[in-house]
């Protein structure tokens, strides 16, 4: 591993109106990494992932990835964010699209590949998350977790260095929980890539990190190796979270 | 009050030619409408504020002042500062510009009512401002603005026999032409009221099965 993290968060402040949501927010990441955000529902795990995608704009600090700033917008912040997917909780397919035109469009426009190079690629990303049968289908016409697998490989199309998920599960019917896990938890084992995964699914989080950062209140309370938090986390909050999120 | 059939059969010829110059000003006027709304809702929305200030005024000036005294403005006025079309040319330019600003709005409404996810989507994938108004935005705001274009068509086609007041023959043109000629009126003027009904009508009705087939699931 490089000495130099991949993506540095640096004393990050975000507020929305009084309600002040990170505040010296501080995280290294390496390459390669993959972190499981924890945290209470509005420690700000989402704005974190939020910040980093360029969604919001933050009011403080810094966010790097590979030593480019984002606090200000350049060419080479925009560079740097390609290279970040992002899978969203609702999927947030296009719904007039087909499945193939969902995972060419930002191939074909951004990266300039030609039809046949995208549906290449599409296709092979497609037969990776199980739905190669389904490229002609729209996004109503297929299950929550089918689109949601849909929703990844269109993410993964740009080949991204970083993928971003957030609660990717948590909108779905508990028996397609699986399937998408299951494409999660390949990516993370096989891909290399930088992911930083956003879950309330403990068992999830422990198999698929490296690391675990459990958040509250707009900070890190404690992180460190997953066996380490669920065993025998040492900050009292983590334990209280994770208590009370086994005990549902 | 006597219906002469045969003299309403004789008139029709005259007046369809005139249906042709209202399909023409309908279609044309809508047309530009279409256009212009568009414009209009985009550069309030994403031009720079002096022209965001210059549609919202645009707007108001417009909706707020009747038809036919735009259409006389155009006509009459606008030549005096040297800027004149021919008299079909002014019809289609005042229903594509008084259409225009009532399109925006639903255009405007459209467009809102895109889920914020789609931009947010577009914008993780990095899609440029322009590529996703195009592919992402725009498709789905459209759609179920459809069915709302098909009543503009229709209330427009209504309007035209304004167009009659600054000499374009149209079909309401025909009719007074035929109407002046001979002195008699009852014919000319039940068979253009036919002809509108028989045309609105069922464009009504097409219109409720687009409403059907594009509404908002
Ligand atoms: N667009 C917004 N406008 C105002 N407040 C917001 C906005 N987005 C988030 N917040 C607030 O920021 C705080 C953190 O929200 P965030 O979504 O990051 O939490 P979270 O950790 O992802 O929670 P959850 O587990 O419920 O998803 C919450 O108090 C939330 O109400
Ligand atoms: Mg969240």
């Known amino acids: ?248 | 009050m006597p219906f002469d059939l045969a003299f309403a059969w004789s008139i029709l010829p005259d007046l369809l030619r005139g249906a042709i110059v209202t399909a023409e000003a309908t279609f044309g006027g809508m047309a530009l409408a279409m256009l212009g709304g568009l414009l209009l809702a985009l550069g309030r929305r994403i031009g720079p504020p002096p022209v965001a200030g210059f549609v919202r005024g645009y707007i108001s000036l417009v909706r707020n002042t009747p038809l036919l005294v735009q259409l006389y403005f155009i006509f009459y006025v606008l030549p005096l500062a040297g800027l004149s079309f021919n008299a079909l040319g002014t019809g289609i330019v005042t229903l594509g510009l008084h259409y225009s600003a009532f399109l925006a709005e639903v255009y405007r409404a459209g467009i809102d009512a895109v889920p914020h996810g789609q931009w947010e989507a577009a914008q993780a994938l990095s899609l440029s401002r322009r590529d996703t108004w195009r592919d992402i935005i725009l498709p789905q705001a459209i759609r179920p603005m459809v069915p709302v274009f098909g009543n503009f068509l229709i209330g427009m086609f209504k309007d035209t026999p304004l167009l009659a007041t600054i000499t374009i023959p149209e079909m309401f043109g025909a009719a007074e032409q035929i109407a002046g000629d001979t002195y008699r009126y009852n014919e000319p003027y039940t068979l253009v009221g036919l002809i509108f009904l028989l045309i609105s009508y069922p464009a009504a009705l097409g219109v409720r099965g687009l409403e059907r087939r594009f509404g908002v699931h």
């Open chain 1, 1 to 248: 591993m490089s000495t130099e993290p991949l993506i540095r968060f640096r004393g990050l402040r975000k507020a929305f109106g009084a309600n002040v949501v990170l505040e010296d927010f501080n995280m290294d990441i390496a390459d390669g990494e993959r972190i499981a955000l924890i945290g209470p529902s509005g420690s700000g795990k989402t704005t974190v992932l939020r910040l980093l995608m360029g969604l919001d704009t933050f009011d403080g600090g810094e966010i790097e990835v590979g030593g480019v700033p984002l606090s200000r917008p350049s060419e080479q912040a925009k560079l740097a964010r390609r290279q970040i997917g992002m899978v969203f909780q609702h999927f947030n397919l296009f719904p007039h699209m087909t499945v193939m035109a969902n995972v060419t469009e930002a191939p074909r426009r951004v990266l300039g590949l030609s039809n046949a190079e995208a549906q290449a690629r599409a296709t092979g990303l497609l037969r990776m998350v199980g739905l190669e049968a389904k490229l002609n289908a729209l996004p109503r016409q297929l299950s929550g977790g089918q689109q949601q697998r849909v929703a990844i490989a269109r993410a993964l199309a740009m080949r991204p260095r970083i993928m971003l998920f957030d609660e990717v599960t948590s909108a779905l019917d508990p028996e397609l929980v699986g399937e998408v896990l299951r494409v999660v938890r390949q990516l993370a084992r096989e891909s290399g890539m930088t992911m930083l995964i956003v879950t309330h699914e403990m068992s999830f989080a422990r198999d698929v990190s490296d690391r675990v950062v459990f958040m509250e209140r707009g900070r890190v309370a404690e992180q460190g190796p997953p066996d380490m938090i669920f065993r025998n986390p040492s900050n009292e909050r983590t334990r209280a979270f994770l208590q009370a999120i086994l005990e549902r």
